[in-house]
């Protein structure tokens, strides 16, 4: 598995209510990213770390933060969860230079009701 | 920056044809481009990639080719099986960058 897992799996929530999803690997690399994977849409990135404390958005950041205070965590929140974030949530790792293959995590899949 | 394009976005074969999925890069500097296979509701995983000093790879029944003159390259998957059907994605990116940049994946079916 990569060393990678997320948590929850699955969630429901309450539109309105504040969600974090949580990243973590045991493989100590520098990369971490957030996708969102909807129908028709494949992957598109939500947020992404390049370190501690370093982090940037992607295409689809609007209604997510992201949090990265230590090398194997990386938590996305929906600061108000709203019915268009339905989806699943991938968590990636990825090393620099030749280690280039992406890892993945199990997904999370969010329902917002 | 980069952008990638990938064709089909669906493609419908009989067992035991080949497949060929094909993805356009834009930017030259890219030099890693990795396959990834989705297999329904499961994660992303690397199946096959190569390299900019490499113009073909094999494993077995998939291959990956790259031309870097026009900027794409394509996987290609023979004798398919049923185990093939799922969604593959293409991606592009550099040594000295740290995003990979994705196709818009391609939804493999095998027919019986």
């Known amino acids: 598995d990569a060393g990678i897992t997320q948590s929850p799996r699955h969630k429901v929530t309450e539109t309105g209510t504040p969600v974090t999803l949580r990243c973590h690997q045991t493989?100590?690399?520098?990369?971490m990213y957030w996708y969102r994977q909807d129908p028709g849409h494949g992957l598109r990135l939500i947020h992404y770390?390049?370190?501690?404390?370093?982090?940037d958005k992607g295409e689809v950041s609007d209604g997510y933060s992201v949090s990265r205070s230590k090398t194997e965590d990386f938590l996305l929140t929906l600061e108000s969860a709203t019915s268009s974030q339905t989806s699943v949530y991938f968590c990636?790792?990825?090393?620099?230079?030749?280690?280039?293959?992406?890892?993945f995590g199990q997904g999370t899949r969010l329902t917002v009701v | 920056g980069e952008n990638v394009e990938q064709h089909p976005s669906t493609l419908s074969v009989q067992e035991g044809d080949s497949a060929v999925i094909k993805c356009t890069y834009s930017d030259s500097a890219s030099n890693y481009f990795p396959w990834y296979k989705q297999e329904l509701g499961k994660r992303p995983q690397l199946i096959i990639d190569?390299?900019?000093n490499v113009g073909e790879k094999k494993d077995q029944r998939i291959a990956v080719t790259l031309n870097k003159t026009a900027k794409h390259f394509s996987l290609h998957i023979t004798e398919t099986q049923p185990e093939d059907s799922a969604v593959y994605f293409c991606a592009a990116t550099t040594d000295s960058n740290y995003q990979l940049i994705w196709g818009a994946g391609t939804k493999l079916i095998i027919k019986p």
């Open positions: 770390s390049y370190g501690v404390k370093d982090t």
């Open positions: 190569i390299r900019s």
């Open positions: 493989e100590n690399h520098r990369y």
């Open positions: 990636a790792i990825k090393g620099r230079g030749q280690n280039t293959e992406a890892f």
